[in-house]
């Protein structure tokens, strides 16, 4: 089955605390991993995928295939990076992405 | 550039009607894909249109349909509605297989 598993529904932490988002994932093949960020009343946007192999705004995710995971870390929380994180990975072939059930961030000052 | 534009954005229906929503996408972009997203299911794939072809259909009933126009611009029906059909739903574009996808507002629809 594919499936994208995210087990927490809500992080707190306190401004310059490190964040890790954890997300695993179930898929028959080599996955493209990706994670997409929607801040407070703003659509739903690319943060970073896999393949790039980029930090964006400090975050990094690096794919464990041993362990099918995909966790987002970021070493010092900012109040701004408050918002809803989804975990997503797609297939082959298609763009249909199934996303996990998403992670609230709360960063406090 | 003018990013996905999604029509319209609020909708109330009734049990039993149908709805039509729209999507257009970013200038450029062939490829459209819908997800409907409510509190208790999250978001979760319903079509992928390429070049006016339905490439790929998640697990909803007949109800919801969807096409794709040679404009790239994309709508989905809901006929017979119920109440479990409110939902945010989204749609998002991207100019090929592979590449990043963006999304648009969505439509709130509100099945009374």
């Known amino acids: 089955a594919q499936r994208v598993t995210q087990p927490e529904k809500l992080l707190s932490v306190f401004k310059g605390a490190p964040v890790e988002l954890k997300c695993n994932y179930s898929?028959?093949?080599?996955?493209?991993l990706f994670w997409y960020v929607q801040y407070s009343r703003q659509r739903l946007q690319l943060l970073l995928r896999?393949?790039s192999r980029e930090s964006i705004k400090g975050f990094t995710a690096d794919l464990n295939k041993g362990e099918t995971s995909f966790h987002l870390k970021k070493p010092f929380a900012q109040e701004e990076d408050s918002a809803m994180y989804y975990c997503?990975?797609?297939?082959?072939?298609?763009?249909?992405?199934?996303f996990g059930t998403g992670t609230r961030l709360q960063v406090f000052p | 550039k003018a990013g996905v534009t999604q029509t319209p954005r609020y909708l109330i229906k009734t049990r039993g009607q149908q709805v039509t929503l729209s999507c257009s996408p970013i200038?450029?972009?062939?490829?459209v894909s819908w997800y409907q997203q409510t509190p208790g299911q999250g978001l979760q794939f319903l079509f992928e249109?390429?070049?006016?072809?339905?490439?790929n259909k998640g697990n909803f009933p007949g109800r919801f349909s969807g096409r794709q126009f040679s404009n790239s611009r994309s709508e989905m029906n809901v006929s017979t509605l119920e109440l479990g059909d409110s939902a945010l739903y989204l749609c998002?574009?991207?100019?090929?297989?592979?590449?990043?996808?963006?999304f648009g507002p969505g439509t709130r629809l509100t099945v009374l």
């Open positions: 200038s450029g972009h062939r490829s």
């Open positions: 998002a574009s991207t100019i090929n297989l592979g590449d990043e996808q963006f």
């Open positions: 898929y028959s093949g080599s996955p493209e």
């Open positions: 896999h393949i």
């Open positions: 249109y390429f070049s006016e072809t339905q490439r």
């Open positions: 997503a990975l797609s297939g082959h072939n298609t763009d249909k992405l199934i």
